[in-house]
């Protein structure tokens, strides 16, 4: 069976940042939305990505970004993996892999077992999908909420893509999560969080330990 991979999303220190790289992390994921308590700013990005090169894959997490912003995140940040977390269109993810050369990942939100044929579409010209909650009514988040939804419909799902668990994840339920959704891929953000957007270093090593021994 091969390993969980796991990505610590929504890292904004260089404390919690090593914290993940140590503990094994293979992807970190760089918030670039400023409504997100886990926002960072370009050069925060380019530090935060400067320790994370070569030691695990950076993922730069964007929502309904223009051309010119993610360009400005290639330029300066040099991400490996864009993500997509908003409501952008398929046609939108491949013009942006095109143009910016990096692998891409799509997070589709999901409540219910139909909004499971969307990622369908989309695995078309995503690297990867990323399946997470959908966020709770009047939130300006489109992720990082800690809500969490049915993992068993994501077993047996065949989208001849990866695809990534997120949404509500933590310490004590990663591993059912894994087993019960069939996903060798989980996300965390907020499960790792002592304050809304302040990531916990000893949630990070115990989330990353309880995810890999699954």
Not at 185 to 197: L, M, N, R, T
Request: charged share 25%; with cysteine; glycine share 8%.
């Amino acid at each position: 069976m091969s390993e969980i991979i796991v990505k610590i999303c929504g890292l904004s220190t260089e404390d919690t940042m090593e914290t993940a790289l140590d503990a094994g992390a293979d992807m970190v994921g760089l918030m670039f939305f400023p409504k997100s308590p886990r926002h960072v700013s370009l050069s925060q990005a380019c530090r935060l990505a400067d320790m994370a090169r070569g030691r695990a894959e950076i993922v730069a997490v964007t929502v309904n970004m223009d051309l010119d912003g993610l360009s400005r995140i290639k330029e300066v940040v040099n991400p490996d993996t864009f993500q997509f977390h908003g409501s952008e269109a398929p046609e939108a993810c491949a013009a942006a892999k095109v143009m910016h050369g990096t692998k891409l990942m799509k997070a589709v939100s999901v409540s219910e077992k139909s909004d499971l044929e969307q990622a369908h579409y989309y695995s078309v010209v995503a690297d990867r999908i990323l399946f997470d909650a959908k966020p709770p009514k009047g939130s300006d988040l489109p992720g990082g909420n800690g809500v969490s939804y049915d993992w068993t419909m994501l077993k047996d799902l065949d989208l001849k893509k990866p695809f990534m668990l997120s949404g509500g994840l933590d310490p004590d339920n990663v591993a059912d999560a894994i087993r019960l959704s069939g996903t060798r891929e989980v996300d965390v953000s907020s499960g790792v969080e002592s304050a809304k957007g302040v990531k916990d270093n000893d949630l990070i090593r115990a989330f990353m330990a309880a995810a890999k021994s699954a």
